[in-house]
């Protein structure tokens, strides 16, 4: 039903598209149908015959020190795992991750700040420091093919405002209500993200989603061969498959 599929069952583009959400307080970003070009990005399996983008996490580390979880809370299922859901603004782990999540957290950035709960239960932490890197440790989300990433504190930190005369930063982390580790905007902000249906794989890398993004002008190979499966002789026209929107929606915290 998408645009894309349609898009893509009569070869206008491959089966693949990308986001560039602006970090910055005024949203906006980048809609790619078709391939890129970027040569950073790196790519984790796909769950296969899923509803949604679901992909495999298989441990996460503080301060580069894996956190000891049972292997037992990573594993794949029905209803069960982690998805990348552009519709989510926040990130939410389920209690067996988020539990010793947080816990590190708070011990590594103990000696500069003072860990409060909000008034709507989140994690929050009270500190003077204003460079956040100096303050609380650097996390990785380690996937399937060996690929992590690798979030500043100020990818997963929100603003919290003043809290006793104090400023306040809290966990953009949630506790998850249902099985489903979900990773939202707040992750996936300032990347550039790939959604490669026909390679069954996701992938990211580090962006400035201000700067152009290169495009693939032509039909991909892999494509050429997909899609004479699907279409018989359909002929393909030299055309520029990168098709590149701005967005005018902001995404709010
Ligand atoms: C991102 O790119 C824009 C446009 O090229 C530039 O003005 C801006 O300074 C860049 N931001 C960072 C953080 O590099
Ligand atoms: C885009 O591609 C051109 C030509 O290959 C290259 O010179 C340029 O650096 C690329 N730009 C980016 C942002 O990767």
């Known amino acids: 039903m998408s645009v894309l599929s349609q898009l893509s069952s009569q070869g206008m583009t491959p089966s693949v598209f990308s986001h560039c959400l602006k970090g910055d307080d005024y949203g906006g970003g980048i809609l790619i149908l078709g391939d890129i070009l970027e040569p950073s990005i790196v790519y984790t399996p796909l769950v296969p015959k899923r509803p949604y983008y679901a992909i495999y996490l298989q441990s996460i580390a503080v301060n580069g020190k894996i956190l000891p979880i049972d292997p037992a809370a990573f594993k794949v299922s029905r209803g069960r795992g982690t998805v990348v859901d552009s519709g989510t603004t926040l990130a939410y782990l389920i209690e067996e991750l988020y539990e ?26 009270r500190t003077s420091i204003s460079n956040l890197a100096e303050a609380f440790p650097s996390v990785s989300l380690n996937f399937a093919g060996g690929v992590s990433m690798v979030l500043k504190p100020r990818e997963y930190l929100i603003d919290g405002g003043y809290y006793n005369g104090l400023p306040s930063w809290c966990m953009g982390f949630l506790k998850a209500h249902k099985r489903l580790n979900i990773l939202g905007d707040l992750l996936l902000r300032d990347k550039i993200v790939v959604y490669d249906i026909v390679g069954q794989q996701l992938g990211w890398a580090n962006f400035n989603c201000s700067s152009p993004i290169n495009v693939s002008v032509g039909i991909h190979e892999r494509q050429r061969s997909d899609s004479s499966l699907l279409g018989g002789d359909m002929k393909f026209q030299h055309l520029a498959t990168g098709v590149a929107a701005l967005l005018s929606l902001n995404w709010v915290l």
Request: proline residues 8%.
């Open 100 to 125: 010793p999540f947080i816990r590190a957290i708070t011990l590594a950035s103990s000696k500069h700040v003072t860990p409060v709960v909000s008034t709507s239960g989140n994690q929050c932490y």
